[in-house]
């Protein structure tokens, strides 16, 4: 697509043909058409480089022609024009009578290529728009868009006045590859002329850029043995040049491999898509384990003088197969076990495998195929070392087999692969040797069952239990028997009875009782065994049946007084029930009082025969025998708790008490626990009140310097109004008397003193002397008096008389130190430590 002048590369212009309906034909002048070719978008493009010199053109003529119009059109091109191409059309419309008519001509812009990285001098100019208008009057063009006045602006500018489209930078294609911009044309006034065509600034692309491989390092792997053709892997490379054309058709070769072993061509890459297959046999991968490639992407199609080329490398991995089967690395190993040992290994049988450790291919698996038909022996695989460890799993006696000739086959996991012509297996012998020791000694059978009736007396010979033991002499004894009933001759093994059997005993469960025996022998080593005998008891009528439940309760009256009893037997069917009830001859108040009827072979029902009978515990006397081949009886006492009873039937008197298990030591015991509580509960409550009590003496004997009620305290106002002239007397004599409800709610000043203050304390109680208080304001009213800094309307104060009768009483009762009255405050010092500050200021008198 380009014409070339020595090494550069100039780019033919294109060609437009606007409104042609089809191209009849092109004819070019100069050459063939194996130098130019025309594209259906009027571009022109060079087949192949032509080199010219400085002093040739070359140049051809393109003709056009409308078929239905029948118009030409011959334009001439040559290579170093840059001027615009332009084909006006004429087109003419045949009218109704015959004549012609010319139509309006349109503006015509050819399109526009521009190289990337020109390198030409800036601003270059590209082509000229103008409008067929611009011969009557002045024109002015501008052009708008993105590379004009939309960011990136600036790229392409346009000469207003002759409409010369120029670039003023080098363009890059892989940043943008195409420009749209929309040309104006007005006059001088500003008003449109034409309307506004859209321009198409195609950047063309340069070799600029080199193939860039997708990863640096590729990883691939091919099984060994494989045929040629064998797909292995692909490598893939980008070039940001315009993949249409030869500067982005990249091409794929193999510059190296390593190692060149067997051969130096052993893969083989598709120059286009870049796929890896293999063109040789004899990938082993014992012996190259991996393969380097060096792979290099050219452009321009692998071009290698104008090409730009980059590499990259791929490693080839060779994954194994089974094709090296397992051998042994001797024909026959051995090994020692003692006798009776079991999962311990004898032997290791070692093999060696060629293929990659810790896969199916190399792992071995080992099978015994004679020697062996009782399965004593087995071999696992020791999953590191791939070892054949012979292990015993059975016990294996000295005395029936003394040796062992085992055959082993060896074999992986899966088979060899196709082709291999080796064996597939490898065999080897294995000799065991047992060594003898000294066995425990082994009761046979064991567990031994026995069955016998039980009542055996004493001394009866039961069976004999003996331990097996062929080298050295054996001892047994008795090494469990829980109800200690039988003995055993410790050389013999013949067990007798030291007691009588009981199937009724707790130690019986299920008619079964086991005893443990123990066999020792006189071995270096001493070795011991244990032996169980079973021995099954058979019942026999040993037991007589008793009255159940033994103990019930009745009504005073006989209705409903029915009581259903059962008996108990311990002993089995058939020397248990049926039974037969019958109340006793004795006493004689037994059948006058009671009815005994039986119901069916296991329940009897008892009731009064009389039709009141006191409260009270009553034992009647009740015959049961049972149906034993030789029938026992027994007398049982039926104990019956005769009560009162509600409607119900149901005892409500103290005999409930009783019978629930409150007997007269529980009923004390329970009362002198309430007592008690009563108690704890007393001295509780006078703690509690002697405690309140010294809370309220505690706050006497607070420490007189944290009293401030104890200290004559100085105030910057002395005085008051008219409304502090009246005073209730009796509220200064007990002020923490007053009721809550004489407290009133209300406005206070902010010089007046509140009356009453919350509380912080407890409150104490009203104070023994109410004079006290009168103390202290006489003494305030003597600290006022001396006061020489005293303002003058704290002075004595006339107050009215408020008339005999009330209840504050007058004012004038108390006498200031001015009036001249003597006051003795000796008796300070009997009052306590809380007023020993009071007894120091003023038992001393005046002074």
Same mark, same amino acid.
């Given at each position: 697509?380009?014409?070339?002048?020595?090494?550069?590369?100039?780019?033919?212009?294109?060609?437009?043909?606007?409104?042609?309906?089809?191209?009849?034909?092109?004819?070019?002048?100069?050459?063939?058409?194996?130098?130019?070719?025309?594209?259906?978008?009027?571009?022109?493009?060079?087949?192949?480089?032509?080199?010219?010199?400085?002093?040739?053109?070359?140049?051809?003529?393109?003709?056009?022609?409308?078929?239905?119009?029948?118009?030409?059109?011959?334009?001439?091109?040559?290579?170093?024009?840059?001027?615009?191409?332009?084909?006006?059309?004429?087109?003419?419309?045949?009218?109704?009578?015959?004549?012609?008519?010319?139509?309006?001509?349109?503006?015509?812009?050819?399109?526009?290529?521009?190289?990337?990285?020109?390198?030409?001098?800036?601003?270059?100019?590209?082509?000229?728009?103008?409008?067929?208008?611009?011969?009557?009057?002045?024109?002015?063009?501008?052009?708008?868009?993105?590379?004009?006045?939309?960011?990136?602006?600036?790229?392409?500018?346009?000469?207003?006045?002759?409409?010369?489209?120029?670039?003023?930078?080098?363009?890059?294609?892989?940043?943008?590859?195409?420009?749209?911009?929309?040309?104006?044309?007005?006059?001088?006034?500003?008003?449109?002329?034409?309307?506004?065509?859209?321009?198409? &600034?195609?950047?063309? /692309?340069? +070799? #600029? $850029?080199?193939? !860039? @491989? *997708?990863?640096?390092?590729?990883? %691939?792997?091919?099984? =060994?043995?494989?045929?040629?053709?064998?797909?292995?892997?692909?490598?893939?490379?980008?070039?940001?040049?315009?993949?249409?054309?030869?500067?982005?058709?990249?091409?794929?070769?193999?510059?190296?491999?390593?190692?060149?072993?067997?051969?130096?061509?052993?893969?083989?890459?598709?120059?286009?898509?870049?796929?890896?297959?293999?063109?040789?046999?004899?990938?082993?991968?014992?012996?190259?384990?991996?393969?380097?490639?060096?792979?290099?992407?050219?452009?321009?199609?692998?071009?290698?003088?104008?090409?730009?080329?980059?590499?990259?490398?791929?490693? &080839?991995?060779?994954? /194994?197969? +089974? #094709? $090296?089967?397992? !051998? @042994? *690395?001797?024909?026959?190993?051995? %090994?020692?076990?003692? =006798?009776?040992?079991?999962?311990?290994?004898?032997?290791?049988?070692?093999?060696?495998?060629?293929?990659?450790?810790?896969?199916?291919?190399?792992?071995?698996?080992?099978?015994?195929?004679?020697?062996?038909?009782?399965?004593?022996?087995?071999?696992?695989?020791?999953?590191?070392?791939?070892?054949?460890?012979?292990?015993?799993?059975?016990?294996?006696?000295?005395?029936?087999?003394?040796?062992?000739?085992?055959?082993?086959?060896?074999?992986?996991?899966?088979?060899?692969?196709?082709?291999?012509?080796?064996?597939?297996?490898?065999?080897?012998?294995?000799?065991?040797?047992?060594?003898?020791?000294?066995?425990?000694? !082994? @009761?046979?059978?064991?567990?031994?069952?026995?069955?016998?009736? =039980?009542?055996?007396?004493?001394?009866?010979?039961?069976?004999?239990?003996?331990?097996?033991?062929?080298?050295?002499?054996?001892?047994?004894?008795?090494?469990?028997?829980?109800?200690?009933?039988?003995?055993?001759?410790?050389?013999?093994?013949?067990?007798?009875?030291?007691?009588?059997?009981?199937?009724?005993?707790?130690?019986?469960?299920?008619?079964?009782?086991?005893?443990?025996?123990?066999?020792?022998?006189?071995?270096?080593?001493?070795?011991?065994?244990?032996?169980?005998?079973?021995?099954?008891?058979?019942?026999?009528?040993?037991?007589?049946?008793?009255?159940?439940?033994?103990?019930?309760?009745?009504?005073?009256?006989?209705?409903?007084?029915?009581?259903?009893?059962?008996?108990?037997?311990?002993?089995?069917?058939?020397?248990?029930?049926?039974?037969?009830?019958?109340?006793?001859?004795?006493?004689?108040?037994?059948?006058?009082?009671?009815?005994?009827?039986?119901?069916?072979?296991?329940?009897?029902?008892?009731?009064?025969?009389?039709?009141?009978?006191?409260?009270?515990?009553?034992?009647?006397?009740?015959?049961?025998?049972?149906?034993?081949?030789?029938?026992?009886?027994?007398?049982?006492?039926?104990?019956?708790?005769?009560?009162?009873?509600?409607?119900?039937?149901?005892?409500?008197?103290?005999?409930?008490?009783?019978?629930?298990?409150?007997?007269?030591?529980?009923?004390?015991?329970?009362?002198?626990?309430?007592?008690?509580?009563?108690?704890?509960?007393?001295?509780?409550?006078?703690?509690?009140?002697?405690?309140?009590?010294?809370?309220?003496?505690?706050?006497?004997?607070?420490?007189?310097?944290?009293?401030?009620?104890?200290?004559?305290?100085?105030?910057?106002?002395?005085?008051?109004?008219?409304?502090?002239?009246?005073?209730?007397?009796?509220?200064?004599?007990?002020?923490?008397?007053?009721?809550?409800?004489?407290?009133?709610?209300?406005?206070?000043?902010?010089?007046?003193?509140?009356?009453?203050?919350?509380?912080?304390?407890?409150?104490?109680?009203?104070?023994?002397?109410?004079?006290?208080?009168?103390?202290?304001?006489?003494?305030?009213?003597?600290?006022?008096?001396?006061?020489?800094?005293?303002?003058?309307?704290?002075?004595?104060?006339?107050?009215?008389?408020?008339?005999?009768?009330?209840?504050?009483?007058?004012?004038?009762?108390?006498?200031?130190?001015?009036?001249?009255?003597?006051?003795?405050?000796?008796?300070?010092?009997?009052?306590?430590?809380?007023?020993?500050?009071?007894?120091?200021?003023?038992?001393?008198?005046?002074?």
């Amino acid at each position: 697509n380009c014409f070339l002048v020595g090494f550069q590369a100039a780019f033919l212009p294109s060609i437009a043909f606007l409104n042609v309906t089809q191209f009849l034909w092109v004819l070019l002048e100069v050459g063939d058409a194996e130098h130019f070719r025309l594209g259906e978008d009027g571009m022109v493009y060079t087949r192949h480089s032509l080199r010219l010199t400085d002093r040739k053109r070359a140049f051809l003529v393109v003709r056009a022609r409308d078929q239905k119009t029948k118009e030409e059109w011959n334009t001439r091109v040559n290579s170093s024009d840059a001027a615009v191409i332009m084909f006006p059309w004429r087109s003419v419309v045949v009218r109704g009578d015959g004549s012609l008519r010319r139509v309006k001509r349109d503006w015509v812009i050819p399109p526009i290529n521009v190289p990337e990285n020109s390198r030409g001098q800036f601003p270059e100019e590209l082509v000229r728009i103008r409008s067929d208008r611009d011969k009557n009057r002045l024109l002015r063009y501008s052009v708008t868009g993105p590379g004009a006045d939309q960011p990136p602006t600036g790229i392409f500018i346009i000469n207003p006045i002759s409409g010369q489209l120029s670039v003023t930078k080098p363009l890059d294609r892989e940043h943008i590859s195409n420009f749209h911009l929309r040309a104006h044309a007005v006059d001088l006034n500003g008003n449109q002329i034409e309307n506004p065509i859209d321009i198409v &600034i195609n950047v063309i /692309d340069m +070799n #600029d $850029n080199r193939p !860039e @491989f *997708t990863h640096t390092i590729y990883n %691939g792997s091919v099984p =060994e043995g494989s045929k040629p053709g064998s797909f292995v892997m692909t490598v893939t490379s980008v070039d940001k040049d315009d993949p249409k054309t030869a500067n982005g058709m990249l091409r794929y070769k193999i510059i190296s491999q390593n190692p060149e072993s067997p051969s130096s061509n052993m893969f083989t890459i598709n120059n286009k898509t870049g796929g890896i297959i293999t063109v040789a046999a004899g990938l082993d991968r014992e012996k190259v384990p991996q393969y380097t490639l060096i792979i290099q992407a050219t452009d321009m199609e692998g071009n290698p003088t104008y090409g730009l080329s980059n590499t990259a490398t791929a490693i &080839i991995r060779i994954t /194994d197969v +089974n #094709d $090296n089967p397992p !051998e @042994f *690395t001797a024909d026959t190993f051995y %090994g020692d076990v003692h =006798e009776n040992r079991v999962n311990v290994i004898v032997a290791n049988l070692t093999v060696t495998d060629k293929d990659q450790p810790h896969t199916a291919a190399w792992r071995t698996v080992y099978r015994i195929t004679a020697g062996d038909p009782t399965g004593r022996f087995s071999i696992p695989t020791d999953p590191t070392t791939n070892e054949g460890l012979v292990t015993v799993v059975k016990p294996i006696d000295y005395e029936v087999s003394r040796s062992f000739v085992l055959t082993v086959l060896a074999e992986n996991e899966v088979a060899l692969a196709r082709g291999i012509h080796l064996p597939r297996q490898s065999t080897a012998t294995v000799s065991v040797r047992i060594a003898d020791v000294n066995e425990s000694p !082994e @009761f046979s059978p064991n567990p031994k069952a026995i069955k016998l009736e =039980e009542g055996l007396p004493a001394g009866s010979l039961l069976t004999t239990f003996t331990a097996l033991e062929c080298h050295v002499t054996s001892y047994c004894n008795c090494l469990f028997d829980p109800a200690n009933w039988l003995e055993i001759d410790p050389v013999n093994g013949r067990i007798s009875t030291i007691a009588v059997l009981d199937r009724e005993s707790p130690y019986v469960k299920n008619n079964l009782y086991n005893i443990t025996f123990m066999a020792s022998d006189n071995g270096i080593p001493p070795a011991s065994g244990t032996g169980t005998l079973q021995m099954y008891l058979l019942d026999i009528n040993d037991n007589a049946p008793h009255v159940f439940p033994p103990e019930v309760e009745m009504c005073e009256k006989p209705e409903p007084n029915a009581i259903n009893i059962t008996a108990s037997d311990p002993d089995l069917t058939p020397n248990a029930g049926p039974f037969a009830f019958e109340l006793a001859n004795r006493p004689a108040d037994a059948r006058r009082n009671w009815t005994l009827t039986r119901l069916n072979g296991e329940y009897a029902q008892i009731r009064l025969r009389i039709g009141f009978l006191e409260s009270g515990i009553y034992e009647v006397p009740i015959i049961i025998t049972d149906s034993g081949n030789l029938p026992m009886s027994n007398t049982s006492y039926l104990r019956v708790k005769v009560c009162q009873c509600d409607h119900h039937g149901d005892c409500v008197d103290m005999e409930r008490i009783i019978a629930a298990g409150l007997g007269t030591g529980a009923i004390i015991a329970i009362l002198i626990c309430i007592i008690i509580m009563l108690v704890m509960v007393l001295f509780f409550v006078m703690w509690m009140k002697r405690r309140d009590k010294e809370r309220q003496a505690k706050q006497l004997l607070i420490d007189p310097e944290d009293d401030v009620r104890d200290n004559i305290l100085k105030y910057d106002e002395e005085g008051g109004g008219e409304e502090d002239q009246d005073y209730d007397l009796s509220q200064l004599q007990q002020p923490d008397a007053l009721e809550p409800e004489m407290v009133k709610v209300g406005i206070r000043r902010m010089d007046e003193r509140p009356l009453h203050q919350d509380h912080l304390y407890p409150l104490r109680s009203a104070a023994p002397h109410p004079g006290d208080i009168g103390d202290f304001i006489h003494e305030g009213l003597k600290a006022a008096d001396n006061d020489p800094t005293a303002p003058p309307y704290d002075s004595l104060l006339v107050f009215d008389y408020e008339g005999s009768g009330s209840t504050a009483g007058s004012l004038s009762s108390l006498h200031s130190s001015s009036s001249g009255g003597d006051q003795d405050y000796d008796y300070l010092s009997d009052w306590g430590p809380r007023f020993r500050k009071l007894a120091d200021l003023y038992g001393g008198g005046d002074d």
